[in-house]
């Protein structure tokens, strides 16, 4: 009885401590500098061992190199979606600041790496199906979700009262949510209808491990550089919205004055 | 409670009367719509045929649109929309009043006028039906959808175009099964499964739009 006393007053001053902005703020600088190491090292190895030391693909040669940024922004651009629904949650019900800041901070991100996915795959589609763009299922779900994104941070922009656009922004992060199952059905509907089997259904072959391990580690480089993205971005806005406390100011006269 | 709703539906549609020529403009709108189309690709009938239900459905999706992006603004600049949101009877209830009474006055008339417009696309008469019966599950839930939209953009200078850009992303899988369901019927292959699902979508919009409508509406008038 009495640690689980212990442990719920620990866990509540923990998620207390964690609603304010100013631990936020701390906690996501000491977390900083480890998440971009991290970030770079795998990065490193995901580059050279992809894009140097994995062999050639037997049927696409040099092209299937363009894997290593496609797939990974790709995952991303959906992982991204999903953060911003669990902290759109987070904020509908709780009403926890920083789950909007990091809903809010996430969305651009997220749109960046849709907008990577689709170059990405154009151009690689250009070589290996002849054309830059062709109304396949998944390419025309990614494109949806760009809009999907789009309209996120339009409606964010528009509404000035921080308030307001928070609560409408995750209203409306929660309706794309639910819809984002309904869109992928309904266009892989569509696209079976309007053309058959083609080269899209690219069956794939299992995958070598030399060219296994450099992808994962660019998926792994590709979330930690959106952790620490995220960080950075998180404190900006923190400074933002936190600008006339006292914390903030006292922060700034330091360094203002040298002292820090 | 469905006293509160019939309340509200009457005196929506009392308002709609008094100002009935706004009600026409959407289905002007869809006139003009569906008559850009053979002027911009010429009146070949067979083309005009095949792409019928697509020039329809895309015309109903945009003329609802237009119509939805003013559902609330009156009721909010004058304070009623506070009053309502102020009612002891549940929100969603008496919001999906208001819907009713914007069928009743908007998505009705576009009902009616789409066999017009098939004629018009020299599409063929055995898709009428199955227009019909796609246009009243499509309808209704492209109006909860987009109302959404609407409540979430009320007040905002340049709402309508937001709205457009909120909305038609999660509209697109009523288009893509609407048309489907047309274009197998056109074709001759069963077209059921289409139209289950836009059953589907409807009841699940229909259990789950008002919900999400209170709340839009709520944190607009925060």
Redesign the interface.
Known sequence: MQLEQVWRNGMNRFLHRLGSLQVAYQMAGLCLPWFSTLCVLMMVYGVVGGLFLAPPDVEQGDAFRMIYIHVPSAFLSLMIYGVIFVNSVVY?VWHIKLADITAKCSASVGATYTIIALFSGALWGKPMWGTWWIWDARLTSEL?LL??Y??YM??RN??REP??AA??SA??A???M??IP??H???E??AT?HQGATLAKFSKPSIASEMLYPLLAMLGAFILFYVALLCVRVRVEILKRERKTQWVQAGFAAQGSGAA | MLKAMQCVIERDLRLYFQHWGECLIPVLFLILVVSLFPMALGSEPKLLARIAPAVIWIAVVLSLLMSLESVFRQDYQEGSLAQIVLSPYPLSILLLGKLIAHWIMVGLPLLVLAPFLNILLQGSSEGLGVLGLTLIFGIPTLSLIGS?GAA??IG????GS?LA??????M??IV??GT?AL??ATEGVAFYS?LY?LAA?FILTLV?GPV?LS??VR??L?
Request: aromatic share 8%.
């Open positions: 509908l949806i809009f999907l789009m309209g339009g409606l528009a509404i308030k307001r609560k409408a209203i409306l929660v309706i794309g639910v819809d309904i869109i059905f309904s266009v509907w569509w209808l | 959404i979430l953009t905002l200078p340049n709402g937001l850009v909120l909305v038609l992303p999660i697109m899988p893509i099964f489907c274009t197998a289409e699902v979508l789950l999400a709340n839009a944190a607009s925060a």
